[in-house]
């Protein structure tokens, strides 16, 4: 059995630390030129633009996806734990 809210948790600092990334991208003004080559070699013309920094949106980023990683993991280890339950 594994401990739902331990994977929870490691689920909600994955994709927490993950978003973090990306406003450090925003503010540092490279996400724009990662996401147009990450479009560019899919050859996809970028229909996206990348507005300026603001703390409380990356604030909100953060907090909103690591509770749906919090969710999502402990919801995972849940069912986990259901369907291999000893015999």
Not at 51 to 71: N, W
């Amino acid at each position: 059995m594994v401990n739902s809210f331990k994977v929870g948790l490691v689920f909600a600092l994955l994709l927490a630390f993950w978003h973090a990334c990306w406003a450090v991208l925003v503010v540092t003004g490279v996400a724009q030129k990662l996401l147009d080559f990450v479009f560019w070699i899919h050859f996809i013309h970028p229909p996206y633009l990348v507005e300026t920094f603001d703390p409380g949106r990356a604030g909100i980023l953060v907090g909103v996806t690591a509770a749906v990683g919090m969710i999502g993991g402990s919801v995972g280890a849940l069912l986990w734990n259901l369907l291999h339950r000893p015999r």
